[in-house]
């Protein structure tokens, strides 16, 4: 089965700072998806985003970036430039194959400091 | 607006009695979950749908039931409720292929006392 561990129930980082949310996970497939979730007190579950198995190049969309490391199993968010509404909960999460259900770990709680 | 539409937003119940999460989308998505969150756990997979008609049991499945008749709705049933499914619950669904994106609805809290 597969398993995300997130490790670090909780990070803090000084606004304007850069900060890494660590995520591996355990799998034995060889094509899947890897995606980062943002939810803040709102409750909403909002996707930060995406990453392909097969893509070599790390994802990027604007102040996010991960870091896949597919030998490793590993996939970690980069907050660049922290802002204040990025205080929220963190999941990373997976899924593989076409009906497969998407796998999240235990999630990280990040706190912006002004 | 596109999306997936939970009821209720809250609820407190009696332990013992019978609650119906309702969770409609409008997406056409083929696959349909649910999920519970609580603190320290994450989100986990009560039980799931990947087409109209068909469901299956996700991580969590014991004292919930669900039903799939048609492709919007994705009803959660606790029997019986007890203290311990105090939680969130949150309905997703996705399109089946293509990027898997998937779309969560805003949650239902639930306290059963």
């Known amino acids: 089965a597969q398993t995300v561990t997130q490790s670090q129930p909780e990070m803090s980082v000084q606004e304007a700072e850069t900060v890494t949310l660590s995520c591996t996970y355990d799998?034995?497939?060889?094509?899947?998806?890897l995606f980062w979730y943002k939810q803040p007190p709102s409750r909403q579950m909002i996707l930060v985003i995406r990453q392909e198995a097969y893509k070599q190049q790390n994802a990027t969309e604007n102040r996010f970036s991960v870091n896949f490391q597919k030998a490793a199993k590993s996939f970690s968010l980069k907050i660049s430039d922290s802002q204040l509404g990025d205080a929220a909960m963190y999941f990373c999460a997976y899924t593989s194959g076409a009906n497969s259900k998407l796998t999240f770990g235990k999630g990280i709680t990040l706190s912006v400091r002004p | 607006i596109a999306g997936i539409t939970q009821a209720p937003t809250s609820q407190i119940l009696a332990a013992g009695r019978r609650m119906t999460l309702r969770c409609t989308q409008d997406?056409?998505?083929?696959?349909m979950y649910w999920y519970r969150q609580d603190l320290g756990l994450g989100l986990r997979l009560i039980h799931y749908?990947?087409?109209?008609?068909?469901?299956g049991k996700g991580e969590v499945p014991d004292g919930y039931s669900v039903s799939r008749a048609n492709t919007d709705d994705f009803p959660l049933t606790l029997a019986s409720a007890v203290p311990s499914q105090t939680s969130v619950y949150f309905c997703?669904?996705?399109?089946?292929?293509?990027?898997?994106?998937?779309?969560f609805g805003s949650g239902t809290r639930l306290t059963v006392v």
């Open positions: 997703a669904s996705r399109r089946t292929g293509g990027s898997y994106g998937y779309t």
């Open positions: 749908s990947n087409t109209a008609g068909t469901t």
């Open positions: 799998t034995s497939e060889s094509d899947y998806y």
């Open positions: 997406m056409r998505h083929n696959a």
